[in-house]
DNA sequence: GTCGAGCATAAGGTGAGCTTAATCTCGAAC
DNA sequence: GTTCGAGATTAAGCTCACCTTATGCTCGAC
């Protein structure tokens, strides 16, 4: 019989392209994670991986089975899922990931609902970038998550994760009335990597040019201060523009983002996520949108 | 994570009742299924067995954990089965259960295709009852076999098999005009526990009468022996019975029995699966129906 | 009451799977 | 060309999960 554990670790390496990143992903050793995908060939019978220079990549069978591993590690999550309802209301650890701006304007009243309703439960939080959010899904680092979009940004796909949607809100870009006509002045953008710092330069490329990025900056009020003292613009998103400093004058975008909550495929009947989720819904209105 | 050798303990112990009966069909201990069974039950942090008298039985838990076991196992199966299919060609054992009609009529011609048209492929036949099937196909005893069914007896279903048709053929009676006439005949019927057994069963019942039983015989060219005999009266299908003894008058019955191919779910597009039942369907017009 | 079937627990041996350490290879920097 | 570091593999050893044997307990049949 196929071993899932070896199946997950086939499929993070089509995630993370070596084993080194795996093993670390994992917290193993390179060397086990050889080990385990070496008998994992064995037992399929066939190559999954090949030597490409320095790293390994999947083969076409290789590339296969992920598809199938994904299938059987969704139906584990599902089972898991299951029994937890089964064993009663939502209780325990629940690791709780979220963007800046979530964790500090979202998540303090959808916690106080949540562990009002459920006094069992111990909601964990980390900040965390959206773009990293499906791999510390699928290594069991976080099992709920707070995310979001950007019209120009792709939506991550990723097989093993799925989303709700929350609530969208509109961008506001600072001192200017378009993003054409900040064409050339200095920007104060996040630090590339995030999302949202793809999302300002897709943006600015939109417009038609490259923008000048003077600053990188994640805190939105650092953000908002910098940009009231003249150092260059910045798109906000409307959750970090309740409270702008006089000197800034905000102009609302026809662009927008959405957040969402994500949570690993099959997970999503979990108590705990369903309650999460439900948590963050009560707390929406209470958002200055 | 769920471990799926223990989901498949837990699956097995759902069909056989005993751990006993489970430990038998893995051959292992049931010391050994009992403390799988244990652990699994420490690791689902809920009950899933209870002792009821001399025996356990699944508790509500237990059940539901059962049929996302059977989901999880056939993910593992599809899987398995999409990597013998990526190694090439059908190759390799493949271990076919066929009642003893099936193995005398339509396998020597299947066979022959078979391996004819597959060189690598070492087929095994075992002879076993339909009633027996199920139970080693999910053992792992058997990969595909040849079953019946009749009209009146209801199919065995079996969440962890599937089947695809193969033909159907009328049943026959011997020196009798129908079933209601023979209601004062002594009975050539196959061994008890046989689904050729209850059928027989079934029919007089449905006739208006209980059969009065003489002999049990498993091999129709017996039966018919006897039959000429004068040693009683017996129902026949119709491959048994292409060159019945002259002194026996074979009456046809509006009475069918279908043959199935069956082989565990998920496993179907297994290639050699797929190139067994493909030579079932050659031979066909091979019989005398 | 006695006996056997069925399950659970204790104790022990074996193998899977992890770690550390060493080796090999590739690619980039100089 | 040489050096160096990153990545992968292999060897050797250790730990723990898991299966076996042995033993005991409980329930139901006779």
Redesign the interface.
Known sequence: ??D??K??LLRELARRGTIAAVAEAVTFTPSAVSQQLSALERE???RLLERTGRTVALT??GH??VE??Q??LE??E???A???A??GGPSGPLRIGAFPTAARVLLPPALATLTGAHPGLEPMVSEIDPADVSAALRAGELDVALVHEYDFVPPVTDASTETEPLFTEPMYLTDRPSVAAARADAWIMNKPGTLCHTMAIRACQAAGFEPLVRHHIDDFDTVLAFAAAGQGVALVPRLAAVNPPRAVRLTRLPLSRRTLAAFRRGNGEHPAIRAAIAAFHTALPHLPL
């Open positions: 019989m196929l899932p554990r199946l997950h399929a019978g066939v076409p069978a296969l089975l199938h591993a299938a059987v139906q584990l599902r089972a898991s299951a029994l937890a089964v064993r």
